[in-house]
């Protein structure tokens, strides 16, 4: 039993140490290095070897056309990413005018303060709550700007626009890596060419059959 120990722990040891299952595939490790026709150019390559997981996680940032980038379609990526700038832009000028709005008709007296100032204009109804002889006591009630239909039309505008950006970013993303990727396969995989050969050997140096295969 004790001769037999150490080739238990050996055995034990590369049991462990060797990656098996779930552990021999990790889609973060770089791909094999694997002889390439001579025609692939870089391009190709890199085509081939773009991966979905990569392209989704970077459709997780939220900045438009990251998908396009990762595909390798620059020019797309660029429009999206100027879309989706005009669009964040259209947000924050309706959001910066929110308060530009007129101020409402009142059927009671209207006092104003800072008559002309677009800032610090402010403006109060004065209702009437007591009677007192010939005085008359008011409650001083102030009156909101009212939002005009610009703001809320740019806000609008905007949040379609980024909406639509991120929408074909996403979908039209997934399209161009698998259709690169199955395009480069396709091309170079119809001139793979095998072929099979067996042949006998002589018994005197023990080889009976002799098999190759070459591509």
Not at 89 to 108: C, H, M, N, T
Not at 171 to 189: P, T
């Amino acid at each position: 039993m004790r001769k037999h120990l150490p080739c238990w722990i050996a055995a034990l040891s590369l049991a462990l140490l060797s990656p098996t299952g779930a552990h021999a595939q990790d889609d973060l490790t770089e791909v094999p290095l694997v002889p390439l026709p001579e025609g692939m150019t870089w391009e190709e390559y890199r085509d081939m070897n773009r991966r979905l997981s990569v392209g989704l996680a970077l459709s997780a940032i939220p900045v438009p056309g990251m998908m396009h980038f990762y595909a390798g379609e620059l020019r797309t990526g660029k429009r999206l990413l100027t879309t989706g700038l005009l669009g964040a832009a259209s947000i924050v000028a309706g959001l910066a005018r929110l308060g530009d709005g007129d101020f409402p008709e009142s059927d009671f007296e209207v006092l104003v303060l800072n008559r002309g100032d677009e800032d610090r204009e402010r403006r109060y109804e004065k209702i009437p709550v007591e009677i007192d002889g010939s005085r008359v006591h008011y409650r001083l009630r102030e009156q909101e700007r009212e939002p005009g239909l610009l703001p809320g039309a740019l806000i609008l505008l905007g949040g379609l626009t980024l909406a639509a950006d991120y929408l074909y970013d996403f979908v039209h993303g997934i399209r161009v890596i698998e259709e690169k990727r199955d395009r480069v396969r396709f091309k170079y995989g119809k001139a793979l060419r095998v072929h099979l050969g067996a042949g006998r050997g002589s018994p005197a140096t023990g080889q009976v059959v002799a098999l190759s295969c070459s591509f």
